[in-house]
């Protein structure tokens, strides 16, 4: 493992780039004003906490309706800051995510310098990162995807760099569970990879040494995490995030079981969710080219088995064993695409390693038989034709978001929650899916499905009430907000029930409007929130007869 100082072209450090870095995001998000609805799930907790209510997503009620610490508490800290102006509380979120990812790719540079990046893989690892559609979404809409990042790359160059102060790896870890409590899973397929090749590899290396140095580095993480740890089981009753409790409710174990055994052949076919990692967001309802499958394999799958080429770059097959081990786990976690910016990250990186390697093969080749010349040009052409693809997926991207933002989240979602405030009762239920907008803008006691911020649904999907049918016959919501897939599905369960018992008081609709764009990227996950209907309960009396 190598050790040596940065070069001397490293030691200049690129300004322009981190400047990119910087202010890339935060140019979408001036241009796309783009929220996620999974934000306001969690800023409602971090208002409550500031307003005195607790941590919590429903005053009186201690549930952990949220998945990232780091990801409730810093917002909560910006809203402390901002007052009651929401927007300001988010701009200042957003600018601390984007200093996040500016040290995320300070940490990239200096990796690329350790690893000894060619000219082309470093362009192929800033490129990709810099223009990749989900990652700055998801750091700028209000997700705690700059937090993963920058830990997780962090870790990666604490783990490069070898035995050092035990405090940097720790803290590395420490991050990424702080960041979100799923964090040890990319650090324990880290740990593995480089187990088996990158200390392997190095002769130089004390294994007494890299056990007592990560025994240490386990302690520091144990203890940077142990005290949320703590308070969590002790405020909420549990260190599980009751976010996690309602989505373990939807798939069984034996489907999870399914899932696993059958990653090696999905993963070869290009079904896999670790193959899809670089398509865009929600791709699979639809409105992206086909044509975007193939670039996303060109990227997962030769990162995920590079592992296997004998000789080499060690660090390389470290970190290519853990995203092949990274995509087991997401085949059972949930198909959100907030899940994937980590292993992205991590593709990212091997990419750039093997492309540094096939460049070096091709210049002894050039050197030694006159030989790869061609080649050399057509790696160059291919990694240009990619990096093309990728900043025109992010182009697209926030031209999806925008529209988005402008037609469903404030041309629908947030509308709805307003007129539950003004119509509905304190005490009144409401039963719905899309739990943040709605939930954030209504103030209103929510009965979300699968159950995020809501006990008594995951009770009920427990006792086997899974159907929206079965759901409002066991809770009784005095609102119910749905889709028209939704009330399909109910009438199917049910055919009366909601003709029996509620009556159809308000629609929303955003197809007229969107039917003025000319051009919508992924258009069909835009039109999948372009209506909804408000049911409202009826009084018993004025129930209408058989």
Partial sequence: ???????????????????????????????????????????????NLVAGHGLVYQPGERVCAFTSPLGTLLPAACAALAGSHDQAAIWLFR??????????????????????????????????????GKITDFSMNGMETALVLVFLAWTV??????????????????????????????????????????????????????????????????AIYLPWFLWAWGYYGSPVPHTIVAKATEDPVSQQLALLLSYPTTLLTGQAHLARIFMPAYYYLGGWPMGLFPFSLALT????????????HPVGRALSLALLLGGAYLQIAPPNPWYSEEWQLLAMIVMAVAISDTTRLFGWLQTT??????????????????????????????????????????????????????????????????????????????LDRPGLASPEVVAAFRSGATTWAALIHRLHPDWVVLRPDG??????????????????????????????????????YTAFDAVFVVFQRRPPAAAPPP
């Avoid at 995001?25 to 999974?38: F, I, K, M, S």
């Avoid at 799958?301 to 004998?310: E, Q, T």
């Avoid at 990728?390 to 988005?404: G, K, L």
């Avoid at 009556?503 to 000319?518: E, G, M, P």
């Fill in 1 to 47: 493992m190598t050790t040596a100082p940065l070069l001397p072209s490293a030691r200049r450090w690129p300004w322009p780039l981190f400047a990119a870095a910087l202010l890339l995001p935060l140019a979408y998000a001036l241009y796309t004003g783009h929220v996620w609805e999974d934000f306001y799930i969690t800023f409602r907790s971090s208002r």
């Fill in 95 to 132: 600018l601390v995510s984007a200093l996040l990812l500016a040290a995320t790719a300070a940490i990239l540079w200096r990796l690329a310098d350790r690893l000894r990046l060619a000219a082309l893989g470093v362009a192929l690892l800033f490129g990709l990162f810099l223009f990749d």
């Fill in 157 to 222: 160059a604490a783990l490069v760099a070898g035995p050092a102060p035990a405090w940097r790896l720790g803290l590395g870890f420490g991050g990424l569970l702080w960041a979100r409590p799923d964090g040890f899973i990319p650090a324990g397929v880290l740990l593995v990879g480089f187990a088996l090749f990158a200390w392997r590899a190095d002769g130089r290396v004390d294994r007494r040494a890299i056990g007592r140095w990560l025994a240490r580095s386990a302690f520091v993480g144990a």
């Fill in 301 to 312: 799958l030769p990162a995920a088995f590079y592992f296997l080429v004998p000789r080499a």
């Fill in 369 to 446: 038989y006159g030989a790869a010349r061609r080649h050399t040009a057509a790696l160059r052409v291919a990694v240009g034709v990619g990096l093309g693809i990728q900043a025109a997926v992010w182009a697209c991207t926030a031209i999806q978001m925008r529209i988005n933002q402008r037609e469903i989240e404030d041309g629908i979602r947030r509308p709805i929650g307003l007129w539950l405030r003004e119509h509905a009762r304190p005490g009144d239920t409401v039963m719905l899916e899309p739990l943040g907008y709605i939930g954030y803008f209504s103030g209103l006691k929510m």
């Fill in 487 to 524: 009330i399909r599905t109910a009438a199917a369960e049910d055919p009366g029930l909601l003709r029996r018992e509620y009556h159809a008081v308000q629609r929303f609709d955003a197809r007229d409007r969107l039917s003025t764009y000319d051009f919508v990227p992924g258009s069909n």
